[in-house]
């Protein structure tokens, strides 16, 4: 191994960037790998993320993905306890097979995507800002963090430092240019209130695109994230561009900024 890449190795390791995935299961949708103690990421083929909790009593599913045949059946193979299934939010790569569960729990101002995206049959369970599920030895709060979908939640396991964000904050890419548009200063403050959670002790963040970063994101993403929303409401952000891709869902000519790690794709008409 060249010296300049084991330097870069180990300043990985030391800021807590680099997270050692071992693989436990493989199909043609997907794999799942261990990231920590009871916890598992699934990454399906077409890049989009899952995970696993486990706590004594039951488990937690966030998300249900694309492409993922049997799912209930490929997650049992992780756990064998009840299983609770939250969605992040109500986009069809998050809540993609959701139809394969009973119930599920989302914050209710995602219910506006239900219908044109996703139609549920199961039960549903809202779940509200500074809720806590408890999985027996292990609480997962949930934190409601609106912009990128009004109905936006981060899950955070405070005992493990760690927090599960859905595209709440992007996975190096936020795009809050899908309608209903939220204001930027909506996005400002979900970004604050995540710092605050990470001065309090959150110091991992799993997004909701996992195989494009393999990594948790730390305070300095988030900072980043702030910056650069509040730059765009004052008018003072770096130059934009336009983005490539068009989105059916959003507006005609997205635009994107950047500052460091951190990519805003917005809508220019709808900044305020
Ligand atoms: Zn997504
Ligand atoms: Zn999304």
Redesign the pocket.
Known sequence: MKRKTLTLMVVLVLSGWFVSAQSVFKNNDLEISKLEDKMWVIETTDNTTMYIIEGNEKAMLIDTGTKCEKLKEVVHKITQKPLVVIIT?I?G??SGNMNQFDEVYFHAADTVLLNSFNPYKGKINFVADGQVIDLGGKKIEVSHMPA??PG?IVLLDKQAGSCYS??AFGSGQV?LQ?RPYAPMQTYVNSCKKMERLMDEGITKIYC?HYPYVKMAFNKAYITEMRTLAEALVNGTAPEAEPHPQKVSIGCENPMMVTLGGATIVYDPEHLK
């Open positions: 939010h986009h790569d998050h990128h979908t936006s859905g595209d795009w899908l909701g």
